[in-house]
């Protein structure tokens, strides 16, 4: 399994259209990570039947 988490965007895109195996990006704040690429990136982790770990900074509750 490739995990995206210390990936650049651009690795990531890269790993993703070349991976035919689901990969992880075991932890990340992807609006922080990759900026305008991040919904990009997600919906094509999902769509490679890859997992998300979403972290979530400063944030008081789960809600938020």
């Known amino acids: 399994m490739i995990d995206l988490a210390y990936l650049a965007p651009q690795g990531c895109r890269d790993v993703l259209e070349s991976s035919e195996a689901p990969v992880v990006l075991s ?12 919904r990009r990136i997600m919906e094509a982790i999902a769509k490679n039947d890859g997992v998300i770990g979403i972290t979530a ?3 008081p509750d789960l809600a938020a």
């Open 57 to 59: 900074y400063n944030q």
């Open 27 to 38: 932890h990340a704040s992807p609006r922080r990570a990759f900026g305008g690429d991040a």
